[in-house]
């Protein structure tokens, strides 16, 4: 086994190659409306147990718009009724007041209905999420696991979900409540007044053209700061769980100068895309406030040349105004959240639709062992292009004492992983009394070894869990008796 070498090499060049894939799978270079919302779907699918919650935060949507779409009508009605000092009709001024503080309370009640369901929906779906992407480590090869950084992949389990649900899940009902909003005050305006209706409509689609031109800008970044946060936590993680080797080497000055490299880059490619991002809100403003401006001067002109129309009206027309210009503010806003949203669901996807591993070809089970191993013409290599065992051969007979001896990096604890088969062999067979492994369920054949590893790993719980974790149907007393060994 020419181990030492190859798998130095082995470390050097395969593990950057599936950096490589994951940066790839965590931003595309433009941005695409199409995969937007391919990706939606996706995304929403996750939730498909909870959608009871979806339709229901939708009718407090529709309902809640609906209701705010009326108080501007029995405002200006309102308004009307006051024409003058000592000429104000109180009977209709008072039944006017009623109805818009009954839409007022109806739109209050049908907003908290929306939000609740809203909420709900979006943290049991990103929960489920988080579960399943859990589940997904334990079904990939041990190959996808020790290829990729682990702080990189809890990020993505945990900031990148968190970034998704703030940005597709939580802006859906943002979104839809802005286009019904849209479409609402479009008619009501068309109905009322065609000609300040139009002003609203020529110059309001403005924003859309700016937000369109900064999501294009923005993009990109926010993937790219996705990609160095999960740098970043890898780092940290691979600093953290290494800390005794880095002070045995005295690495504390060369470790924190390649932090603060990567701790830069992450500062640099956050900033650029808060800056781009936060461009899109104060411009949206700006034009809905000239907007707001241009419909009260036509109004106001309108009503002194010709006289057809009332303040009354004008005031209703004005709300509308601005309740056709507030969906495009939110919706600006939501750039930033959506931008960061559909980068991470690229890392998110990139886990969920790895390979799993390949399945038991049948399900033999391993009842029993004496303890006969024979390797026969093993080959195996983590990478195509370098063999890291040829021909191996290898024969330890029942009660048979082996050590298996050599620097680090020689090959020793692949060798343990071929047995236990973490990994596959390329060619040739391993034999546990005389049943090929691959024709063993990985279960079965697991349970048959006792493992001690290098280090010792406690997970968290308590000292009776982690001794009876390999054996979880274990007694008291087999957990009191291995505790005295």
């Known amino acids: ?36 919302f ?53 009977d209709n001024l008072l039944i006017n007041a009623m109805f818009l503080l009954l839409w007022t309370a109806l739109s209050c009640i ?38 990729n950084q682990h702080g990189d992949l809890l990020s993505r389990m945990i900031n990148d979900v968190d970034l998704l649900t703030n940005g597709y899940l939580e802006g859906l009902s943002s979104i839809t409540n ?19 209706a139009l002003v609203v409509t020529i110059l309001t689609p403005m924003s859309l053209i700016i937000c369109a031109y900064i999501a294009k800008k923005s993009y990109k970044l926010f993937a790219m700061q996705a990609k160095r946060e999960g740098d970043l936590n890898g780092f940290l993680e691979e600093y953290i769980s290494g800390d005794r080797l880095v002070s045995a ?28 991002s936060n461009l899109s809100n104060p411009a949206t ?61 690229d890392r998110i996807f990139y886990i969920l639709e790895a390979d799993d591993e390949v399945s038991d070809k049948n399900n033999k089970v391993l009842a029993s062992v004496d303890g006969n191993i024979n390797i026969e013409n093993a080959w195996f290599s983590y990478s195509s292009k370098t063999n890291l065992i040829q021909n191996f051969n290898l024969h330890v007979q029942k009660g048979q004492k082996v050590a298996i001896v050599g620097p680090t990096g020689c090959g020793k604890t692949t060798l343990i992983n071929l047995l236990m088969r973490f990994y596959d062999l390329n060619e040739g067979v391993i034999l546990v009394d005389g049943n090929n492994i691959t024709e063993i369920t990985r279960d079965s054949l697991r349970n048959k070894y006792g493992m001690v590893l290098q280090e010792t790993w406690i997970f968290s719980g308590t000292i009776k869990d982690n001794i009876a974790y390999g054996n979880p149907n274990a007694t008291m007393e087999e957990i009191v008796d291995a505790s005295k060994r």
């Open 1 to 36: 086994m020419k181990e030492n070498e190859k798998e130095k090499k082995f470390s050097v060049e395969e593990s950057p190659k599936v950096s490589k894939v994951s940066a790839i799978n965590s931003g595309r270079k433009k941005f695409n409306f199409k995969q937007v």
């Open 38 to 90: 391919s990706q939606a779907k996706k995304v929403i699918a996750f939730g498909r147990p909870y959608h009871i919650y979806l339709y229901l935060s939708l009718f407090g949507v529709f309902a809640g718009t609906f209701t705010e779409l009326m108080m501007p009508v029995y405002l200006g009605k309102a308004v009307d009724c006051i024409v003058g000092a000592g000429n104000v009709n109180f």
């Open 110 to 147: 049908f907003a908290f209905m929306a939000n609740y369901f809203s909420n709900k929906y979006c943290y049991l779906s990103s929960s489920r999420m988080r579960k399943l992407i859990f589940d997904k480590f334990s079904s990939v090869p041990l190959k996808y696991i020790d290829t």
């Open 178 to 196: 802005g286009i019904i909003t849209i479409i609402g005050t479009l008619i009501f305006m068309f109905c009322l007044n065609f000609k300040l």
């Open 249 to 276: 080497f005295n690495y504390e000055d060369k470790a924190l100068e390649n932090f603060e490299a990567i701790n830069q880059k992450y500062y640099e490619v956050s900033r650029k895309a808060d800056f781009y």
């Open 285 to 345: 403003r700006f034009i809905n406030s000239f907007v707001y401006g241009m419909v009260a001067f036509v109004g106001a002109l309108v009503a002194i040349t010709t006289g057809n129309m009332s303040v009354g009206l004008i005031s209703t027309f004005l709300s509308y105004a601005n309740s056709f210009g507030k969906p495009f503010n939110e919706l600006s806003s939501e750039v930033s959240e959506l931008q960061a949203a559909i980068a991470s669901t």
